[in-house]
Nanobody, 121 residues
């Protein structure tokens, strides 16, 4: 099992910044990818950004240029720096990771509990 602990959500005015953190913990796992998704009521959860082992990153078009994802391999932690926030960025942000366990190529997906980000106009 892998546990994801998120932090850093909150309320911010439009144009402001927030930094989300997500730390993964568990035993004998290797991270294949970590990322952030977001969801608003009535809509599907959508990818915001992710980072693949090796360092390549992917961003949703709507956040590209404003958000930056980074990782600390030693701490099994991923960060999402969110700048120039807009009211439409308001959502619950979920951390996501894909991992494998010792001796296996099977990938398992884990989710954090979610952290609310609210951007006021």
């Amino acid at each position: 099992q892998v546990q994801l602990v998120e932090s850093g959500g909150g309320l911010v005015q439009a144009g402001g910044s927030l930094r989300l953190s997500c730390a993964a913990s568990g035993s004998s796992f290797s991270i294949n990818a970590m990322g952030w998704y977001r969801q608003v009521p009535g809509k599907q959860r959508e990818l915001v950004a992710n980072i693949i082992s090796g360092g390549s990153t992917n961003y949703a078009d709507v956040v590209n240029g404003r958000f930056t994802i980074s990782g600390d391999n030693a701490k099994n932690t991923v960060y999402l720096q969110m700048n120039s926030l807009k009211p439409e960025d308001t959502a619950v942000y979920y951390c996501n990771t894909k991992v494998s366990f010792a001796g296996s190529r099977v990938l398992y997906i884990y989710w954090g509990q979610g952290t609310q980000v609210t951007v006021s106009s």
